[in-house]
């Protein structure tokens, strides 16, 4: 229950430690404040509702624990006076005691803009005063992962969702000179605010009215694009022309495919083989989608053999689309009013605001769990396995139209794409750290977003055969190069990520460095992820240019898509950064000073 109101000045928990510490509330939802602590940094976190206090109250309860108290029934051995070993009362901290060592760290930084500041004493061990050591003070550029024991506790271990269940004591955290960027960006940000303030002021229904247009968009954009490029003609010059009659959407046939699939597909789910993973969800997420996805292949040929004709799926490609994206909009009105029933701790923080459309599209719940099944893990694997087999289908109608005469520009593009999908589920278990789903509530933006790709990415594949382009061999090699690079990247990052969130005392990242933060998780600051702070995202720009360079230039489509892609993955980088300033507040900033660019190293 939210008991304070932004500008609020409290006393709050630091994230991880027993602490107390004076703040302001700054923003609020149902479950969480974030609070701007009063140190040097400004530091702000994510403080759970239970862990923000009166400052008042605080006074109140810190003079009743007076020594002269009289000894309670049934405590023996022990004097009332001395605090208890297993119930720490939390404390006030006085501000100068953290703002010395800042003050020297600031000196340092100087020399070293990426620094770190250890504090030593625990919390557990001695909640009264922080205690800074000298020794510790000295600028640190050895690989905190081989140093820190306390990263190899078995809670790390399997644990996915760092920012909840990763939180442990904070021995240490990062003090770093604020960069020039930080500096403007505190300045844009405190104006972007200000605009935001009087926005939400004088349009008490902002956040819905600017939520219309995204649902709008996302469910006519695959339309769109779509409609864009059939047999006839693939231009972007002219508006689609778009049926507006229902009946051109609405097809049993189609429903029956999308049902019969997504049928298969769950009972595909519980297959009692691969590697089990247990998310917070309390679901048992197994990761065997490569038998899903070889079992699903097989049944083409078998489909096929029994007189049914697969490409049925290319000539209702539009009815599909339209029965896909009306599924995934119930399923996520199902996720909206069960989001009414579900604890507090599966609460997705920006999804429960309380009005309708925000919440639809964000999702009131982190990642549903229906019994065993992990809601959103599988919607991502069926889209993988959908868009596989899109484009196999795609692949055998060319075969089918052309018979003996088969493509080579268009099997590299079905089979880049399909290397791409597959690759996702082989590698199924990095999923479970990406900010995906770790962080993006079970709303319309992941379902509507899920269904879309299913049928918008193989519009690079079905323009080449519906307007055939042959390259050259020498040009091929040159799209598998950088569609190889790309991949490489993406892969390598991804699984760097995963095994370093998995268990970041493996020994395979000894070679490692990583940033300890005040959330309890560490950053990696060298591998791909010291190299820019998005590498993933890098690699997948590649390899979407390399589909469209199958393309070739003649049609504007496929780099329309290239420019939507690149739109929408500058825009994520802003979001994820958003939302790890507000977990890791100064330790954050030290990522960014030391990992200067985004995502091109020394261009952005
Ligand atoms: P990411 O895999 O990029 O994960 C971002 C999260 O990683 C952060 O929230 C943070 O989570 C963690 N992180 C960030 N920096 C570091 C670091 N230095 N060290 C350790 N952890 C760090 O999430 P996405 O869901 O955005 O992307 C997943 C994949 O999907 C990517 O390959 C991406 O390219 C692809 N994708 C493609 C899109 C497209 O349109 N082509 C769109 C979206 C995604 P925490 O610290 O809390 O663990």
Request: proline share 6%; with cysteine.
């Amino acid at each position: 229950m939210k008991k304070f109101n932004v500008k609020d000045k409290v006393m709050a928990r630091w994230p991880g430690s027993s602490l107390w510490f004076e703040g302001t509330i700054v923003d609020l939802n149902d479950i969480e404040y974030q609070v701007r602590f009063t140190d040097e940094g400004k530091s702000e976190f994510v403080v759970k509702h239970r862990d923000v206090k009166l400052r008042t109250d605080f006074h109140a309860r810190k003079r009743s624990k007076s020594r002269g108290r009289s000894r309670s029934r049934g405590r023996t051995g022990r004097s009332p006076g001395r605090p208890s070993k297993y119930y720490k009362e939390p404390e006030i901290v006085k501000e100068e005691v953290i703002q010395t060592p800042t003050k020297q760290l600031t000196k340092q930084l100087d020399s070293e803009p990426f620094i770190l500041n250890t504090i030593t004493q625990t919390p557990d061990v001695a909640p009264r005063s922080r205690v800074i050591s000298t020794d510790h003070m000295t600028p640190r550029t050895s690989t905190p992962m081989r140093q820190s024991p306390r990263l190899s506790t078995s809670k790390d271990k399997n644990d996915i969702d760092g920012q909840v269940n990763n939180v442990k004591p904070v021995t240490e955290t990062v003090v770093a000179a604020p960069s020039l960027g930080s500096r403007m960006c505190g300045l844009t940000c405190r104006v972007g605010s200000g605009i935001k303030a009087i926005i939400h002021a004088f349009v008490p229904a902002w956040a819905t009215i600017k939520t219309v247009p995204l649902i709008i968009g996302m469910m006519i954009m695959p339309i769109i694009l779509n409609e864009s490029c059939t047999r006839k003609k693939c231009t972007v010059m002219e508006f689609p022309s778009i049926p507006r009659t229902l009946q051109y959407y609405y097809d049993p046939l189609a429903m029956g495919i999308v049902g019969a699939f997504l049928a298969v597909q769950i009972i595909l789910y519980f297959i009692p083989l691969g590697r089990v993973v247990k998310p917070p969800n309390g679901a048992t997420a197994r990761c065997n989608g490569w038998i899903a996805v070889v079992l699903s292949l097989a049944s083409l040929p078998l489909l096929m053999y029994m007189d049914y004709s697969v490409l049925v799926v290319y000539s209702k490609y539009r009815q599909l689309l339209a029965t896909s994206l009306a599924l995934m909009v119930l399923t996520t009105l199902v996720g909206y009013i069960r989001g009414a029933y579900i604890p507090n701790d599966a609460k997705n923080p920006t999804g429960n605001s309380g009005l309708f459309l925000p919440d639809l599209f964000s999702g009131r719940e982190m990642a549903p769990a229906i019994k065993r099944l992990d809601v959103k893990f599988f919607s991502f694997r069926v889209t993988c396995i959908a868009w596989i087999m899109i484009n196999v289908i795609i692949a055998v109608k060319d075969l089918q139209a052309n018979p003996g005469q088969y493509s080579p520009t268009l099997l590299m593009a079905c089979l880049l794409q399909i290397f791409y999908a597959a690759d996702w589920v082989w590698f199924e278990e990095t999923y479970f750290t990406t900010y995906e789903y770790t962080r993006t509530g079970y709303g319309l933006f992941l379902t509507l977003g899920h269904a879309s790709m299913i049928f918008t990415l193989p519009i690079f594949t079905r323009l080449i055969l519906n307007h055939r382009t042959e390259l050259e061999w020498y040009y091929l090699s040159l799209i598998a190069i950088v569609n190889l690079i790309g991949y490489t990247i993406t892969r390598a990052a991804n699984s760097q990520k995963h095994a370093f969130r998995s268990n970041p005392s493996a020994p395979a990242l000894a070679h490692l460095e990583s940033l300890p933060t005040s959330a309890g998780t560490n950053l990696l600051v060298s591998g791909w992820w010291g190299r820019m702070r998005h590498p993933n995202y890098t690699g997948d720009m590649l390899v979407i240019i390399s589909w469209a360079l199958l393309c070739g230039f003649k049609y504007a489509l496929p780099w329309v898509m290239v420019a939507l892609d690149m739109f929408f993955l500058v825009g994520r980088t802003f979001e994820v950064e958003a939302a790890c300033k507000r977990k890791y507040g100064a330790s954050w900033e030290s990522y960014t000073t030391r990992v200067r660019y985004r995502l091109i190293p020394r261009v952005f």
